[in-house]
Structure formats: structure tokens, C-alpha cells
């Protein structure tokens, strides 16, 4: 592309960084920014900065948080003896949505894939296990993705976490294999989780 400003040419590059977005949608959301007020511009990239400077890790749960201990862990409504493991943040924001779950999460951050060369020191597991240690918490829920990265993050998890004396079990898998938890409609989510089963029993 042949640009006619350079600070056109810099604003494109920079959205076209970002993923899905190519040199044409980049250049046409540019655009779209020039014909807005100076003030809603300035509002954009500053709820950007801020969120890239201020966002913090809740410390116990490492959910996206605006403060060290996230809103659900802080909550005295929600049951702290029921953790839900999940990917990322959007597995959470998912199974919010079903209203359908009132205990409380654990983000690890990834799951576990040789191929891309994650392994299980690049998630949130020994904070998970450290979670287990004061013997308050009864049941862990895995709700992963239907795929090998999940299957080989809960096998792993299970072993992991099969010293201690809590019942350990998966979210009904009536999502397809392949099957990533954003895309999953919220009443199947939900019922997935309610009629969770005993992981054991799951593996046959
Ligand atoms: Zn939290």
C-alpha cells in the first residue's frame, strides 16, 4: 500500500498486528477513527492503555481482575468449597452467563500442548494445588475444551490432584470433540455443568 501520510501508514500497521485483521480492515477502521470526534479518539486509546497498564491477575483464581482478588473470589454468596478449572477468562465469562454455577474458578492460563511446547510449569497448577491444601474445598469441576490439549491437561490434573480427598469431575460432554467452551450456547453450557460427572466414570 502506498500511504500519502505517515502517521496514516503507522495507525494501519499497528491495527493490522492485531489477529484477523488485514491491510484493508486495518486501513478502513483507521479511517473510521479519523471521521469521529477528537475526544471519542482520545476516549479509544485510553480505555486501551489503560486496560494494558492497570488490568491485574486476581490472586487467588488469576481471573483478568481490577483488583488483587477478583469480585467472585471476594463474593461471601458464592460456595468456596466448589472450584471450577477452566482455560481462560472467556471459559469464565461463559459459564457466568448460565447463571447456572455459584462456585468460584480457577484460571489456568492455557492448557497443556507439546506441540506448541506449553507444558504444565507454563500454567496455574501448583497455585491450584495450594488452593486444595487447607482442605476447605470439596469438589473440582474440570470444564475444559473436548480436545486433546484438554483431555491431556484434566489426565494430567487428576493425578495431580488424586492426594487429596475431594471428589474431582468434568462437565458433561455433550459438546462436541473439538469443541471450544466460548462457542457452546449457554443453556448447553449450563446443563453441562449441572449434570457434571464423576471424571472416573467419564473416562469409559
Ligand atoms: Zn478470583
Given at each position: 500500500m502506498n500511504f500519502s501520510s505517515k502517521l496514516l501508514e503507522n495507525a494501519v500497521a499497528e491495527f493490522a498486528k492485531l489477529p484477523g485483521v488485514g491491510q484493508k480492515t486495518a486501513l478502513r477502521l483507521v479511517l473510521h477513527l479519523l471521521n469521529r470526534d477528537k475526544q471519542e479518539v482520545q476516549q479509544f486509546s485510553t480505555a486501551i492503555s489503560k486496560l494494558r497498564n492497570e488490568i491485574q491477575f486476581c490472586q487467588t483464581c488469576h481471573n483478568i481482575s481490577d483488583r488483587q482478588i477478583c469480585e467472585i473470589c471476594a463474593s461471601?454468596?458464592?460456595?468456596?468449597s466448589l472450584i471450577c478449572v477452566v482455560e481462560d477468562t472467556r471459559d469464565v465469562m461463559a459459564i457466568e452467563n448460565t447463571n447456572q454455577y455459584n462456585g468460584v474458578y480457577h484460571v489456568l492460563g492455557g492448557l497443556i500442548s507439546p506441540m506448541d511446547g506449553i507444558g504444565p510449569a507454563d500454567l496455574q497448577v501448583d497455585s491450584l494445588v495450594e488452593r486444595l491444601k487447607d482442605n476447605a474445598v470439596k469438589e473440582v469441576i474440570f470444564a475444559l475444551s473436548a480436545t486433546m490439549e484438554g483431555d491431556t491437561t484434566i489426565f494430567y490434573l487428576n493425578k495431580k490432584l488424586k492426594q487429596f480427598t475431594i471428589n474431582i469431575s468434568t462437565i458433561a460432554r455433550g459438546i462436541a470433540f473439538g469443541g471450544e467452551l466460548e462457542y457452546v450456547d449457554e443453556i448447553t453450557l449450563g446443563r453441562s455443568i449441572v449434570t457434571r460427572v464423576p471424571y472416573e466414570n467419564s473416562l469409559s
Open positions: 461471601h454468596k458464592r460456595d468456596h
